[in-house]
């Protein structure tokens, strides 16, 4: 079980994981602009595109640093609170589920950037958002509740061990 102190160094792992992805996607669309517009890369016909595609790329990759970098603002001003047993799910909540087969996976319920691990106390940690399949299941849901997902083709029932 998570306690404030240790879901503030969760929120810490989560803002470094976050502000390393925003500098690695900011110098990435910082490098293929500068190849967008560099002058060995003009178009020698109608026919060539490098310049044209790798602009499309340095905004692609300019969107996703901005995207990041509200994720980032978000979980920054994110103050870590405990959940009682009884509270209903909600963002900020450390989740621990349990398979059928009895494997647990540790959740934490951000506003943005779902699908990162990041590791604390010894655990991975999956950020999960509201609006994934499995959030959408999890908001107001309590310890002990049971949430129902398709994995590959098949129904797995998760249980709800923790809630903190």
Same mark, same amino acid.
């Given at each position: 079980?998570?306690?404030?102190?240790?879901?503030?160094?969760?929120?810490?792992?989560?803002?470094?994981?976050?502000?390393?992805? %925003?500098?690695?996607?900011?110098?990435?669309? #910082?490098?293929?602009?500068?190849?967008?517009?560099?002058?060995?890369?003009?178009?020698?016909?109608?026919?060539?595109?490098?310049?044209?595609?790798?602009?499309?790329?340095?905004?692609?990759?300019?969107?996703?640093?901005?995207?990041?970098?509200?994720?980032?603002?978000?979980?920054?001003?994110?103050?870590?609170?405990?959940?009682?047993?009884?509270?209903?799910?909600?963002?900020?909540?450390? #989740?621990?589920?349990?398979?059928?087969?009895?494997?647990?996976?540790?959740?934490?319920?951000?506003?943005?950037?779902?699908?990162?691990?990041?590791?604390?106390?010894?655990?991975?940690?999956?950020? #999960?958002?509201?609006?994934?399949?499995?959030?959408?299941?999890?908001?107001?849901?309590?310890?002990?509740?049971?949430?129902?997902?398709?994995?590959?083709?098949?129904?797995?029932?998760?249980?709800? #061990?923790? %809630?903190?």
């Amino acid at each position: 079980m998570f306690e404030v102190m240790q879901k503030q160094l969760l929120l810490d792992r989560i803002v470094a994981h976050l502000a390393a992805e %925003v500098e690695l996607l900011t110098r990435a669309a #910082l490098a293929t602009h500068a190849e967008a517009t560099a002058e060995e890369n003009k178009a020698e016909d109608k026919y060539d595109t490098r310049s044209l595609e790798a602009s499309y790329l340095a905004h692609g990759q300019s969107k996703a640093a901005e995207e990041t970098a509200l994720a980032l603002a978000q979980f920054q001003a994110m103050q870590p609170r405990e959940f009682a047993h009884s509270e209903p799910i909600n963002l900020g909540a450390h #989740l621990i589920l349990a398979a059928e087969a009895g494997s647990e996976t540790h959740y934490f319920l951000g506003p943005r950037a779902g699908g990162i691990e990041v590791e604390c106390e010894g655990e991975t940690v999956v950020v #999960l958002t509201p609006h994934s399949p499995l959030g959408r299941q999890l908001m107001g849901k309590r310890q002990g509740d049971v949430v129902s997902l398709t994995q590959g083709g098949r129904h797995v029932q998760q249980y709800v #061990l923790a %809630v903190s």
